[in-house]
């Protein structure tokens, strides 16, 4: 069967390798897996619901959810009739919910829970062309999405005529990006663009059949998405988590042998192992911190013999237990969205778990290149090398342009925003710093993050933030002074490791609140920031810094849903903290 649009994925694997459990996640508090026949079945009758509601070709239909088996299903009954799914992350506010639906011009819009709906009607108020409402809960009051199926049985032969007229070239998708700035984009992505993504990522992960996957970064960005038609494609079991309550417990209990993570997610379960760590006591805490060093100390090639003995002592006594936490069957974790610590990419790989760094953006469905442990595929501080029939161009200015058939079609609606970064060669000029090197990618920085002292230097604050984080003091850092004499950085203390500080060194802990204020505690981080600025150009050391009281989330402003720094609202928020680093 030849796969050209992406609900032919799963009809491929329900003709040549159908799966007892295609897609799973828990559904009134029970855990429920689809068979793959069972899925497309559901999807169909989604779908001849969703004509007989009125539904035509083209349609936008909107969805806001966590992962889990309705959002997939609801995608395949989109998918199918020809119509655009408009996917919205949770995590945006009532708003951000009614600019998008209005924008796109919605005509139904799918919620998962209480929480959602709520955010959902207040948007609806805002936009007349919602005409319908569907929870995947059940909720008193609202209309749950099941009462669709077995709706419009009459019109199959309606549905088989959809389905011939989609083609490779049509608009499958407008995904809003999340922006640090200004107000989201609507991204169009073709069946070509996310399906050639696909078939080219593939050889960079380690998927079989019957392999199992669990789901948990946002399906309604591109990257997870994409990751889930290429396990649907492989032939996987993919299990969904709605939310990263109880995370590990739920990894350890799917035993997948693949998933995907930010560098956030990465950097807590590395913290909390640390915790465990730091807890031991006697010859077991000796051996957990034998066993850190040697990690940090991991390289690709040139290990010697004594070294590899070492580590595989090290991976036996201390890192198996690492392997287990996750599962036990972890042959891949890809990394995408921010910048990894190359320290954490060491660690994780000397402990057996392949930890491989990616590059993609939503307008390059997503991914530009990765890394692969095999066929010499991986250095770290790289996103790996380009995948297959992708190109990748270093401009003058140093800027990274992409071009290949995951490129997108455009901004919708911005015709003057798609000639910013579409040439009239279809090159995408993705607004990040980069170089080439033996054929490995490496992003330096933002080419918008980049920000130029009073003295007239430019200085990249991502790769300075990274080696800040690698600190087992910091948390959180965000390198500042565009305009100003000197950067200086706004840090969010890692307040666990600080609380067991204070009580080593006998100094009274009463909160993040007070203890940021403690001259000890600033002088003490002072002393891990000077440790980078020993690496760093001098007009590029940080030369003050503001400790921060509270974390930055998503639900304070201070992070996207994809977790990035919006840079804005950060130094908006913390004005009185700048100041004070200025005055």
């Given at each position: 069967?030849?796969?050209?649009?992406?609900?032919?994925?799963?009809?491929?694997?329900?003709?040549?390798?159908?799966?007892?459990?295609?897609?799973?996640?828990?559904?009134?508090?029970?855990?429920?897996?689809?068979?793959?026949?069972?899925?497309?079945?559901?999807?169909?009758?989604?779908?001849?619901?969703?004509?007989?509601l009125?539904?035509?070709?083209?349609?936008?239909?909107?969805?806001?959810?966590?992962?889990?088996?309705?959002?997939a299903?609801?995608?395949?009954?989109?998918?199918?009739?020809?119509?655009?799914?408009?996917?919205?992350?949770?995590?945006?506010?009532?708003?951000?919910?009614?600019?998008?639906?209005?924008?796109?011009?919605?005509?139904?819009?799918?919620?998962?829970n209480?929480?959602l709906?709520?955010?959902?009607?207040?948007?609806?108020?805002?936009?007349?062309?919602?005409?319908?409402?569907?929870?995947?809960?059940?909720?008193?009051?609202?209309t749950?999405?099941?009462?669709?199926?077995?709706?419009?049985?009459?019109?199959?032969?309606?549905?088989?005529?959809?389905?011939?007229?989609?083609?490779?070239?049509?608009?499958?998708?407008?995904?809003?990006?999340?922006?640090?700035?200004?107000?989201p984009?609507?991204?169009?992505?073709?069946?070509?663009?996310?399906?050639?993504?696909?078939?080219?990522?593939?050889?960079?992960?380690?998927?079989?059949?019957?392999?199992?996957?669990?789901?948990?970064?946002?399906?309604?960005?591109?990257?997870?998405?994409?990751?889930?038609?290429?396990?649907?494609?492989?032939?996987?079991?993919?299990?969904?988590?709605?939310?990263?309550?109880?995370?590990?417990?739920?990894?350890?209990?799917?035993?997948p042998?693949?998933?995907?993570?930010?560098?956030?997610?990465?950097?807590?379960?590395?913290?909390?192992?640390?915790?465990?760590?730091?807890?031991?006591?006697?010859?077991?805490?000796?051996?957990?911190?034998?066993?850190?060093?040697?990690?940090?100390?991991?390289?690709?090639?040139?290990?010697?013999?004594?070294?590899?003995?070492?580590?595989?002592?090290?991976?036996?006594?201390?890192?198996?237990?690492?392997?287990?936490?996750?599962?036990?069957?972890?042959?891949?974790?890809?990394?995408?969205?921010?910048?990894?610590?190359?320290?954490l990419?060491?660690?994780?790989?000397?402990?057996?778990?392949?930890?491989?760094?990616?590059?993609?953006?939503?307008?390059?469905?997503?991914?530009v290149?990765?890394?692969?442990?095999?066929?010499?595929?991986?250095?770290?501080?790289?996103?790996?090398?380009?995948?297959?029939?992708?190109?990748?161009?270093?401009?003058?200015?140093?800027?990274?342009?992409?071009?290949?058939?995951?490129?997108?079609?455009?901004?919708?609606?911005?015709?003057?925003?798609?000639?910013?970064?579409?040439?009239?060669?279809?090159?995408?000029?993705?607004?990040?710093?980069?170089?080439?090197?033996?054929?490995?990618?490496?992003?330096t920085?933002?080419?918008?993050?980049?920000?130029?002292?009073?003295?007239?230097?430019?200085?990249?604050?991502?790769?300075?933030e990274?080696?800040?984080?690698?600190?087992?003091?910091?948390?959180?850092?965000?390198?500042?002074?565009?305009?100003?004499?000197?950067?200086?950085?706004?840090?969010?203390?890692?307040?666990?490791?600080?609380?067991?500080?204070?009580?080593?060194k006998?100094?009274?802990?009463?909160?993040?609140?007070?203890?940021?204020?403690?001259?000890r505690?600033?002088?003490?981080?002072?002393?891990?920031?000077?440790?980078?600025?020993?690496?760093?150009?001098?007009?590029?050391?940080?030369?003050?810094?503001?400790?921060?009281?509270?974390?930055?989330?998503?639900?304070?402003?201070?992070?996207?849903?994809?977790?990035?720094?919006?840079?804005?609202?950060?130094?908006?928020?913390?004005?009185?903290?700048?100041?004070?680093?200025?005055?």
């Amino acid at each position: 069967m030849h796969v050209t649009r992406l609900f032919d994925i799963a009809d491929l694997q329900l003709a040549e390798f159908p799966q007892d459990t295609c897609v799973a996640s828990l559904e009134e508090g029970k855990l429920r897996s689809y068979s793959t026949k069972e899925f497309i079945a559901t999807a169909e009758s989604l779908a001849l619901g969703l004509l007989d509601l009125g539904i035509q070709p083209g349609d936008k239909v909107a969805l806001a959810s966590g992962n889990r088996a309705e959002w997939a299903i609801l995608d395949q009954a989109l998918l199918r009739i020809g119509a655009i799914g408009i996917p919205i992350y949770p995590t945006m506010t009532a708003d951000d919910y009614a600019y998008i639906l209005g924008h796109s011009e919605s005509k139904v819009f799918f919620v998962s829970n209480t929480d959602l709906l709520a955010k959902a009607r207040a948007a609806q108020a805002k936009v007349p062309s919602i005409g319908h409402l569907f929870t995947f809960d059940r909720i008193a009051g609202a209309t749950h999405w099941k009462e669709l199926l077995g709706r419009g049985a009459e019109r199959s032969a309606e549905l088989e005529r959809c389905k011939a007229a989609v083609k490779n070239s049509d608009l499958a998708t407008i995904i809003y990006t999340s922006g640090t700035t200004g107000k989201p984009k609507g991204v169009m992505l073709s069946h070509e663009n996310i399906l050639s993504n696909v078939e080219c990522s593939a050889p960079r992960l380690p998927v079989e059949r019957g392999a199992r996957a669990i789901s948990f970064l946002p399906l309604c960005h591109i990257y997870e998405r994409m990751l889930m038609y290429l396990y649907q494609r492989a032939g996987m079991q993919v299990r969904f988590q709605e939310t990263l309550e109880d995370l590990g417990a739920r990894i350890k209990e799917a035993q997948p042998d693949v998933f995907t993570a930010v560098p956030r997610l990465l950097e807590k379960i590395y913290d909390a192992i640390m915790t465990k760590g730091e807890a031991l006591t006697g010859v077991k805490r000796k051996l957990f911190f034998w066993s850190l060093d040697l990690g940090e100390r991991y390289e690709v090639h040139g290990r010697s013999t004594w070294y590899d003995l070492q580590l595989a002592i090290a991976r036996k006594l201390v890192f198996s237990k690492w392997r287990e936490a996750l599962g036990g069957r972890v042959k891949c974790v890809a990394s995408g969205s921010a910048a990894l610590q190359p320290r954490l990419a060491r660690i994780f790989n000397a402990a057996g778990i392949p930890l491989m760094e990616g590059y993609g953006l939503t307008e390059t469905s997503p991914v530009v290149s990765v890394n692969d442990a095999r066929n010499d595929g991986l250095r770290f501080g790289s996103v790996g090398r380009p995948i297959k029939d992708v190109q990748v161009r270093i401009a003058e200015d140093g800027e990274i342009l992409i071009n290949g058939p995951n490129v997108m079609l455009g901004y919708y609606k911005e015709p003057e925003l798609t000639r910013e970064v579409l040439d009239a060669d279809g090159w995408f000029h993705t607004g990040d710093i980069g170089e080439l090197r033996e054929g490995f990618l490496y992003i330096t920085d933002r080419k918008k993050e980049m920000f130029k002292t009073s003295g007239g230097k430019y200085v990249a604050p991502q790769p300075i933030e990274n080696q800040l984080k690698a600190s087992r003091f910091i948390e959180q850092a965000v390198v500042i002074g565009e305009n100003r004499k000197f950067p200086a950085a706004l840090v969010v203390p890692s307040f666990n490791f600080i609380k067991d500080y204070c009580a080593l060194k006998g100094i009274p802990y009463d909160g993040p609140a007070q203890i940021v204020k403690d001259q000890r505690i600033v002088d003490r981080i002072m002393v891990e920031v000077e440790k980078v600025n020993v690496g760093l150009g001098h007009w590029e050391q940080v030369k003050k810094i503001e400790l921060l009281p509270t974390e930055l989330t998503i639900d304070g402003g201070e992070l996207t849903p994809s977790l990035k720094l919006r840079r804005k609202p950060i130094l908006a928020k913390y004005a009185a903290q700048v100041e004070r680093i200025y005055a």
